[in-house]
Structure formats: structure tokens, C-alpha cells
């Protein structure tokens, strides 16, 4: 995408929803589209809008109408606030702000693995977030590098789509996994009940790829992983090659057992220390041409008119 994540809008787009004008396309996933648009007072907001299709679906409206209630409900450094939403419109529609960065997926695959200092603040910030959305009786169930944005303010973790309280009924189905294969725990693979402590299984396998540019449980397609993650016990994932202070949390993390890891705020805790320094000062925290990156799309969303970029796009038809 152009202007490190923004492209123009379409011309099946709508070029308004609710109020707010839409500026540029950010991204779109299974779940809908996501646009930038703008409050009242000019803060930049990503809107996501649901597919027309789902929007015909009662039960992916209740899924959606969950997600804004989790993601209403979470509070927290490294979480993205609710703007606005509203579950009952004809396409259900969900605004937060918008964080200018790159998904770690991206980041990876154009710059390559993370540096031993990135991935520790990285996988902290990541931690100290899910400890919130654990402390709200949340589980995500969907931390993956495409939920994790880098940016020159730190990390932030993205989409409570799947989320589900604590203690509610698995939404694992026959033949069909309400997930990310290749980011699941062996318990959540297994169809099995969840708790926090899959999330934290998933945040070692994001760390493990940041570290190393490749997934812990090797190539192949998203079921073939995810069967290998669910016969962990057997066969757990080869980290020798991770540097010895990453390796250790990488194996508490990815304990086959869910009640062997360590809690999300012990993954904070030892990632802290192992860092030696406040993984809250971003200063200089991602290589120089990943911050270079960053620092453009910061630009382009606080000035997109500098460039004439958006200009374009609300003269395109």
C-alpha cells in the first residue's frame, strides 16, 4: 500500500458513514474494511466497517457487537480507545483511534527479524497489554504479528474481533476454528476451553518469530502448524537458536501445559529486566531504517494534505 499503509478509496467505497468522512483506505481483513477518517476536531480515526455479507449474519453481528463490548471494556497502556460504534447499524461499524505504524508481520517481511532490545520491549509492552485485557476478564484469542503495530511510540495490540469473556463457552466448532491457526495454543488447536493463559502461548510465538524472522513451529500452511502446535507436548518447538535471555521466557511461554506459563504480568516482569532499561523509553527502541519507515507514515497522517496525496483521493471518483 502506498504511504506506508494508506491507499485510496475505491470506487465501490462508501465515502461516508455516520458522519464521518472517509479519507483513505488502512486495511481490510476477513472481518471488513478499515478507513481513515477524522473526528470533529480533526483527530485522526480508523473506522472499521463489516462486510455486507456478515452484516446479513445474526451470529457475526453478535460476534461483532462482542468485540466492541471487550474492546470498550479493556483499558490500558499499548490498547487502542473506542472512538465511536454502533453494533445495530445496517453494516455495524466500529471507530478507534488511529495509530500510525506498521503491523509487525509487515515490518518483518520488509526489514527482517527484530533485534535482542526490540523484541524484549516489544514482547513487554505486548505483555503489560494483555495483563489488561486479562485484568477486564478478557482473552483476546487473536495475539499474531498482524495485531501487534509498530510505531515510534512502542507496540500496540489490535483487534479484540474474537475476544470472548473469561469462563464463556469455547467458539471452536467441528471442522472450524474461530481463530488464526498458526497462532494458536495446543489448547485452543484442541478445541479445548481457553483461558489467559493461550494468549500468552500466542505472545510467545509472536516474540520467538520477531526474534528469529520465522514461526517457531515451522513452515507450512496454517492447519499443518497448527497440528504441530497441538502435539507440542511431543514435540515441542526448537529455540536454540534465540539468544539465551529470550530463550528462557520463549519456553515459559510456550509451556504445552497451560498451567505451567507464567502469568501475561510475569512476562512483563521478566522481559523488563532482562531489557536493563524502562521499556517504556521508545527512544531508539526499532533499527534506523524500521524507525525511518515509521516516522514517514507518521507524516503522511499528521499532514497527508503536505503531499497532496489525500487531496488525490477525495478528487478520485
Same mark, same amino acid.
Given at each position: 500500500?502506498?504511504?506506508g499503509?494508506?491507499?485510496?478509496?475505491?470506487?465501490?467505497?462508501?465515502?461516508?458513514?455516520?458522519?464521518?468522512?472517509?479519507?483513505?483506505r488502512i486495511?481490510?481483513?476477513?472481518?471488513?474494511?478499515?478507513?481513515?477518517?477524522?473526528?470533529?476536531?480533526?483527530?485522526?480515526?480508523?473506522?472499521?466497517?463489516i462486510?455486507?455479507?456478515?452484516?446479513?449474519?445474526?451470529?457475526?453481528?453478535?460476534?461483532?457487537?462482542?468485540?466492541?463490548?471487550?474492546?470498550?471494556?479493556?483499558?490500558?497502556?499499548?490498547?487502542?480507545?473506542?472512538?465511536?460504534?454502533?453494533?445495530?447499524?445496517?453494516?455495524?461499524?466500529?471507530?478507534?483511534?488511529?495509530?500510525?505504524g506498521?503491523?509487525?508481520?509487515?515490518?518483518?517481511?520488509?526489514?527482517?527479524?527484530?533485534?535482542?532490545?526490540?523484541?524484549l520491549?516489544?514482547?513487554?509492552?505486548?505483555a503489560?497489554?494483555?495483563d489488561?485485557?486479562?485484568?477486564?476478564g478478557?482473552?483476546?484469542?487473536?495475539?499474531?504479528?498482524?495485531?501487534?503495530?509498530?510505531?515510534?511510540? +512502542?507496540?500496540?495490540?489490535?483487534?479484540?474481533?474474537?475476544?470472548?469473556?473469561? +469462563?464463556?463457552?469455547?467458539?471452536?466448532t467441528?471442522?472450524?476454528?474461530?481463530?488464526?491457526?498458526?497462532y494458536?495454543?495446543?489448547?485452543?488447536?484442541?478445541g479445548k476451553?481457553?483461558?489467559p493463559?493461550?494468549?500468552?502461548?500466542t505472545?510467545?510465538?509472536?516474540?520467538?518469530e520477531a526474534?528469529?524472522g520465522?514461526?517457531?513451529?515451522?513452515?507450512?500452511?496454517?492447519?499443518v502448524?497448527?497440528?504441530?502446535?497441538?502435539?507440542?507436548?511431543?514435540?515441542?518447538?526448537d529455540?536454540?537458536?534465540?539468544?539465551?535471555?529470550?530463550?528462557?521466557v520463549?519456553?515459559?511461554?510456550?509451556?504445552a501445559?497451560p498451567?505451567?506459563?507464567?502469568?501475561?504480568a510475569?512476562?512483563?516482569?521478566?522481559?523488563r529486566?532482562?531489557?536493563?532499561?524502562?521499556?517504556?523509553?521508545?527512544?531508539?527502541?526499532?533499527?534506523?531504517?524500521?524507525?525511518a519507515a515509521?516516522?514517514?507514515i507518521?507524516?503522511?497522517?499528521?499532514?497527508?494534505?503536505?503531499?497532496g496525496?489525500?487531496?488525490?483521493?477525495?478528487?478520485?471518483?
Amino acid at each position: 500500500m502506498p504511504n506506508g499503509g494508506l491507499e485510496p478509496l475505491r470506487a465501490d467505497d462508501p465515502r461516508e458513514i455516520a458522519g464521518y468522512a472517509l479519507e483513505a483506505r488502512i486495511g481490510e481483513g476477513g472481518m471488513g474494511t478499515v478507513f481513515l477518517t477524522r473526528t470533529g476536531e480533526g483527530r485522526p480515526v480508523a473506522l472499521k466497517l463489516i462486510r455486507r455479507e456478515h452484516a446479513q449474519s445474526e451470529s457475526f453481528r453478535k460476534r461483532f457487537a462482542r468485540e466492541v463490548e471487550a474492546a470498550r471494556r479493556v483499558h490500558g497502556h499499548h490498547l487502542v480507545p473506542v472512538v465511536d460504534h454502533d453494533a445495530e447499524a445496517a453494516r455495524p461499524w466500529l471507530a478507534t483511534r488511529y495509530v500510525p505504524g506498521l503491523p509487525l508481520d509487515d515490518a518483518l517481511a520488509g526489514h527482517g527479524p527484530l533485534p535482542l532490545k526490540s523484541v524484549l520491549q516489544l514482547t513487554a509492552c505486548a505483555a503489560h497489554a494483555l495483563d489488561a485485557v486479562h485484568t477486564a476478564g478478557v482473552i483476546h484469542r487473536d495475539v499474531k504479528p498482524g495485531n501487534l503495530l509498530l510505531t515510534t511510540e +512502542g507496540p500496540w495490540l489490535l483487534d479484540f474481533g474474537i475476544a470472548r469473556a473469561v +469462563g464463556t463457552a469455547s467458539m471452536t466448532t467441528v471442522g472450524r476454528m474461530v481463530g488464526t491457526p498458526k497462532y494458536m495454543s495446543p489448547e485452543h488447536a484442541l478445541g479445548k476451553q481457553l483461558t489467559p493463559a493461550s494468549d500468552v502461548f500466542t505472545l510467545g510465538l509472536v516474540a520467538a518469530e520477531a526474534a528469529a524472522g520465522r514461526h517457531p513451529y515451522g513452515e507450512g500452511g496454517g492447519l499443518v502448524v497448527a497440528t504441530r502446535i497441538a502435539g507440542t507436548d511431543h514435540e515441542p518447538p526448537d529455540l536454540g537458536a534465540h539468544p539465551a535471555v529470550l530463550r528462557e521466557v520463549l519456553r515459559a511461554c510456550l509451556a504445552a501445559r497451560p498451567e505451567e506459563r507464567p502469568t501475561a504480568a510475569e512476562v512483563a516482569q521478566h522481559c523488563r529486566l532482562a531489557a536493563g532499561r524502562d521499556v517504556r523509553d521508545f527512544d531508539g527502541w526499532l533499527p534506523k531504517p524500521l524507525a525511518a519507515a515509521l516516522a514517514g507514515i507518521e507524516r503522511a497522517a499528521r499532514d497527508p494534505r503536505a503531499s497532496g496525496w489525500l487531496t488525490r483521493i477525495r478528487r478520485a471518483p
